[in-house]
Nanobody, 123 residues
Framework: QVQLVESGGGSVQAGDSLRLTCVAS????????MGWWRQAPGKEREFVAA??????????ADSVKGRFTISRDNVANTVYLYLQMDSLEPADTAVYYC??????????????WGQGTQVTVSS
């Protein structure tokens, strides 16, 4: 059974940090690209960051560059995906989703999605 389960969201003040975690299991996700996306109320889902299967290549949206860092640990077929979020801003408030794609294409199609975790940043 495929599962992508996010955790680590919460309510913080501007300038604080959070670390999101996603555990992806049920397929050979250690060979898959992974990504973080987010959706704010009334807005479309937007790309945040992506990482290739090895962790050797990463991509970050301009809006989070220098503040957010994506990383991963592959343990057998399970992936532990992280998003370190520093210097959080109210504009970062959104539901954050992790996603998996068979071939690394950061803005392309993702085959599996998690259920999301809420991040709320107040000023």
């Amino acid at each position: 059974q495929v599962q992508l389960v996010e955790s680590g969201g919460g309510s913080v003040q501007a300038g604080d940090s959070l670390r999101l975690t996603c555990v992806a299991s049920g397929r050979a996700f250690s060979t898959w690209g992974m990504g973080w996306w987010r959706q704010a109320p009334g807005k479309e889902r937007e790309f945040v960051a992506a990482i290739d299967w090895s962790g050797g290549s990463t991509w970050h949206a301009d809006s989070v560059k220098g503040r957010f860092t994506i990383s991963r640990d592959n343990v057998a077929n399970t992936v532990y995906l992280y998003l370190q979020m520093d210097s959080l801003e109210p504009a970062d408030t959104a539901v954050y989703y992790c996603a998996a794609q068979m071939y690394s294409d950061p803005l392309g199609t993702y085959q599996y999605w998690g259920q999301g975790t809420q991040v709320t940043v107040s000023s």
